[in-house]
Every structure is written in C-alpha cells, then in structure tokens.
C-alpha cells in the first residue's frame, strides 16, 4: 500500500514541477487550479460516503460491466437514496473509454489534456525556430 500512496503523490509533486517550470504562462495557472478542485471533489465525496467512492448505474452495456466490476472493488460502491454529495459520485458515461467518471474526472482530464496540446504547441514553437528544424 505504501509503494501506491508513494507513487500517488510523486506523480502529482513531478506534474506541479512541469506547470511550475511554465510559470510565465497564465493560462498553464488556470489549468493547474483544475487538478486539485478535480482531486478535492473526487476526495470529498469519498469522505462523505465512508472512503469509499459511489457509482451511478443505468441499464446500459457499459454499467452491466462496471457493475460486476464494483462487486469486487474496494474503492467503489454502488450509489443508493443515502448517498451524500451526489454530484460528485461517478454518474459520466463515456462509452468510448467504456467507463464511468465524475465531474472531478473531467477536471482533472481536462487539465492534463490542456498540458500536453500547450508542451506539444511548445515544442513546435522550438523546433520551427530551430535553425536546423530539428528539437535540439
């Protein structure tokens, strides 16, 4: 358990140092404020529902699967009535992916999607005013 709680947080410390290390551009601070209100949702709902995090199921193919899913997993929980903070729980179909997310899900997507289009905008910047075309 400890190796995954130390992986957790170093892959969160390493992500701050790449949005600190683009500290001049306004855009990567908003962006930034995405992932920890996405992790504060996502952590707050789970408190309020016993550490554990509910999930919204209808009767389409991707909830039949996820259901089964659930039965076996510690972290999730089929939502109920007595369910606190709604909102928050996984409710998101995305049949694409085959999978249900929350609205923290989507923040935090959202801000890592948003990281890798401006690094990659960055890098074509660099290498179109290379002198030889090439990165370096």
Not at 18 to 47: D, E
Not at 82 to 90: E, N
Not at 110 to 133: D, P, T
Request: glycine share 6%; proline share 3%.
């Amino acid at each position: 358990m400890f190796y995954y709680v130390t992986l957790f947080w170093l892959s969160y410390a390493l992500l701050l140092g790449a949005f600190l290390s683009q500290i001049k551009f306004k855009t990567v601070w908003i962006l930034s404020s995405l992932v920890p209100l996405g992790t504060l949702g996502n952590v707050v709902v789970m408190k309020y529902n016993g550490g554990q995090m509910p999930v919204f199921l209808s009767t389409t193919e991707i909830s039949s699967k996820i259901r089964q899913i659930i039965e076996y997993d510690p972290d999730h929980v089929q939502a109920t009535t007595a369910t606190k903070l709604p909102l928050l729980a996984d409710r998101i179909e995305i049949e694409k992916f085959q999978g249900i997310c929350s609205v923290g899900d989507l923040m935090m997507l959202l801000a890592f999607s948003a990281f890798a289009v401006f690094i990659a905008w960055q890098l074509r910047k660099i290498r179109l005013n290379s002198k030889f075309g090439l990165l370096f």
